[in-house]
């Protein structure tokens, strides 16, 4: 029943690997592949030596089927037959052909010891076989060149199976080792030796080739690997030609030149080769010649002006070694920024998943309606449960019994006490139970308000852990993108610093160089802890200055050693473009100032100055201003966002007491490397900007921060000149004179000319005891700072 379904067996193999062959036989990596087989084989050395296109074959066996090597083979045998060197090319087209006998007959386990060995072999019995046909006899020389010819040939053919796989793989393989670029290289100089006797026009395409290859490498190397190349292509595709020696100084020395001129453009490095070559064609072969490797040197130039830069710059590139690791570690850095990027993103997610269910609800938990009516239900628990007329109240006038109770709640929580006489007619004209009802109806209300009030702090306390998450999960995802968008490793930097680094003189262990999310520099160092001798400053700080062309500076957080004392790490950043210095003039009207400030640099070249006043005055004021300002401190240096600390702030105010506690918040945050500021004020005094002659007055209606659950954040934003003073002053200061309030200050700051911050912060304070008469009424504390450009 199943016969119409059995396939026929057809055997597809063979036909899929025919049809493989002749693709790729066809491509052009395997017709460059013939190609340099025919013109490798026509190299000749010391004029009686043609070991390389036997060198190639064996080579091409190790690493090739024997179909291609068949056809290697072939290309070799023919580039025998056209270099016309009579019996020496023929008696290695035999060497070729005895081996292409014996190939059929090696197993497949590819050694090239195994044929190398055998190359050997035949070749020195056919040479020695055609120079006694040639000479009728033999001499030990004729013995001697045959056997060093052997030695070549298998040296070379262990060169060539290093080269010749980047005939192939160059698109899979990413990294090359350095065995494989010299090798690749020294077959590409054996391959354009082929050309020596192939002349167009007068012009030797040998050397127009070799130079074509010395500049572009020079190019997109450098002078190192220039002049490397250049010495490479002379010595070996001079070895047919009896000047080599003039070919190894002129390619060598050109490469150089043209290396050190690739960071100019194109026109540049050719005009730059041209001359160079010409220059010492002149000294070395003198004027006859000096025509035709001019002319062969602009030839090269021409071809490479007209070739595409990114083209070539990729090929040689991708024989750079140096440079493919340095990409790998990019990759790397890459994958594993990629890898914290999903990681970290998947917390910070996680975390505002948590944080927003903790505010799940919160408003409809103290819903008003289910509290009245399970204080009602209790109410009639109490009292009615037992009561006579209790079919009556909650059976037939179920409703209006409601209502009454509800009705005399109302009452108690207006008046806060109720006499029978006052409570509802409604209820007062049914009820047996007129007093027992109004006592537990007091009782239980009050029992309500206390329940609210806990509640109301339970509340609370999620809003502060919500928030908190919240910011913490705003931070996590301001990490990500600064290290996955905006950090970039810089190598080249790297490289500079530890030029300078060498120079003056200073030892490192390593250096990390980076530019941050703000687009500057940070450079952190690992070395030997320098025992006390500040080199961090004194030197380090000079020398990557003049490497970087910019002034840095070591920042706040100094040197860090480990516990073993074996390293320390400190780091470099970019000097701030503006400074800040700041006085405090402070009076309390008890012996504990209930006004708390701090002034700073907080990191990332931010300034914050800040003012909190406490309610009242004394030690509990001051308790209040100095959880605020702590707070502030910790959490802005900790990298939240403000108004996020701002809210955890009046949060833990809220939540700290059950009396009232509230803070006033009069914080600037100064961008160092702009000169611009933002002020947050929330309930406090008001703030001066004074510039010149001119002064500006910093509002805001915000009440402090502990009042209210939820607070309104405002922000003014000002652009500071150098010489500008910021005036932040406590509340004491501007009620000192209930008519004038911050007038007075305006005019004080206009009338006093002083540039000096602590002048100015005592001449306020001095101007408000004065109104005050040396009876202060409450706390005063006046910051002052100034602002200036660093040139």
């Known amino acids: ?103 059929p007959f090696l197993s497949e386990n590819k050694k090239i010891y195994k044929f190398a060995i055998l190359a050997f072999i035949i070749n020195i019995l056919v040479n020695i076989a055609f120079r006694f046909y040639v000479n009728l006899d033999i001499l030990p020389y004729d013995i001697i060149v045959s056997i060093f010819e052997s030695f070549i040939m298998v040296s070379s053919a262990y060169i060539f199976s290093y080269g010749i796989p980047l005939y192939f793989n160059k698109q899979s393989r990413k990294l090359f080792s350095k065995e494989e670029i010299i090798c690749f290289i020294l077959a590409l100089s054996l391959v354009v030796s082929g050309l020596w006797d192939i002349n167009i026009y007068g012009f030797s395409l040998k050397n127009v080739i070799s130079m074509l290859v010395v500049i572009c490498f020079g190019y997109s190397e450098g002078a190192s690997m220039g002049a490397a190349v250049g010495v490479t292509m002379g010595v070996v595709s001079g070895i047919s030609d009896p000047s080599m020696a003039v070919n190894l100084g002129i390619f060598g020395f050109s490469g150089l030149i043209a290396g050190v001129f690739k960071d100019y453009n194109k026109f540049i490095v050719a005009v730059s080769f041209v001359i160079a070559t010409a220059m010492l064609s002149f000294y070395s072969l003198g004027s006859i010649t000096l025509n035709n490797v001019f002319l062969e040197a602009m030839i090269a130039s021409s ?17 750079d070694g140096d440079k493919k690791i340095i990409e790998l570690q990019k990759s790397y850095i890459e994958k594993v920024k990629g890898l914290m990027e999903i990681r970290l993103s998947s917390m910070s997610s996680t975390l505002y998943d948590i944080s927003s269910i903790l505010q799940e609800n919160i408003e409809n938990e103290l819903s008003k309606k289910q509290e009245i009516n399970s204080l009602v239900e209790k109410i009639a628990d109490r009292v009615c449960a037992n009561c006579d007329c209790k079919s009556i109240c909650w059976g037939k006038e179920l409703y209006y019994t409601y209502d009454s109770i509800v009705e005399m709640l109302r009452l108690i929580e207006k008046k806060g006490m109720l006499s029978v006489m006052e409570m509802p007619e409604s209820m007062r004209r049914k009820c047996i139970r007129p007093t027992e009802i109004m006592k537990q109806s007091i009782h239980l209300l009050e029992i309500m308000r206390l329940n609210n009030r806990w509640r109301k702090k339970l509340i609370n306390s999620r809003m502060i852990l919500s928030e908190q998450i919240k910011g913490i999960s705003s931070i996590i995802e301001s990490m990500v993108k600064e290290t996955s968008n905006s950090i970039v490793f810089r190598n080249d930097v790297e490289e500079e610093i530890a030029v300078e680094l060498d120079k003056a003189g200073l030892e490192f262990d390593n250096i990390v160089a980076l530019k941050n999310g703000r687009e500057k520099y940070e450079i952190t160092f690992y070395r030997k802890p320098c025992r006390g001798k500040n080199l961090c400053v004194k030197e380090f700080e000079r020398a990557v200055s003049r490497a970087l062309g910019m002034k840095m500076v070591v920042d706040g957080s100094g040197c860090r050693i480990d516990e073993n004392k074996t390293m320390c790490q400190f780091r470099l950043i970019e000097a701030e473009s503006f400074s800040l210095v700041t006085a405090v003039a402070k009076a309390s009207k008890e012996k504990v100032s209930g006004d708390t400030y701090y002034f700073g640099n907080i990191g990332e070249g931010r300034y914050m100055i800040a003012l909190s006043d406490g309610m009242g005055s004394g030690r509990a004021a001051n308790m209040e201003s100095n959880t605020t300002i702590a707070l502030l401190e910790k959490l802005m240096e900790a990298g939240f966002e403000r108004n996020t600390a701002i809210k955890a702030i009046n949060s833990v105010l809220v939540l700290r007491s059950c009396d009232e506690s509230f803070a006033t918040v009069d914080m600037g945050l100064i961008d160092l490397y702009s000169g611009i500021g933002e002020f947050i004020k929330i309930g406090a005094a008001p703030t001066f900007i004074k510039s010149g002659r001119e002064v500006e007055v910093i509002k805001s209606s915000a009440l402090p921060v502990g009042i209210l659950d939820d607070i309104d954040i405002e922000s003014h934003i000002v652009e500071f000149r150098s010489g500008d003073m910021i005036v932040m002053v406590s509340d004491g200061v501007v009620d000192c004179n209930d008519e004038l309030k911050e007038k007075w200050i305006i005019k004080a700051l206009k009338e006093f000319d002083s540039g000096n911050p602590k002048d100015v912060a005592d001449y306020l304070l001095n101007k408000a005891k004065e109104f005050y008469g040396n009876n202060i009424k409450d706390d005063m504390t006046v910051i002052v700072s100034k602002i200036w450009k660093i040139s």
């Open 303 to 319: 071809i490479f002006m007209i070739m595409p830069t990114k083209k070539f710059k990729k090929l040689t590139s991708s024989l």
């Open 1 to 103: 029943m199943y016969r119409d379904d059995i396939l026929p067996y057809r055997r597809v193999a063979d036909n899929k690997v025919r049809k493989k062959i002749s693709i790729d036989l066809f491509s052009f990596r395997h017709l460059l592949l013939l190609l340099s087989a025919l013109l490798v084989s026509r190299v000749v050395m010391l004029k009686a030596l043609m070991p390389f296109g036997v060198a190639f074959l064996v080579a091409a066996y190790s690493i090739l089927n024997r179909f291609e090597t068949f056809l290697v083979s072939i290309f070799v045998a023919l580039g025998y037959v056209l270099s016309f060197q009579n019996y020496l090319s023929y008696s290695h087209v035999v060497t070729v052909l005895a081996l292409m006998i014996f190939i």
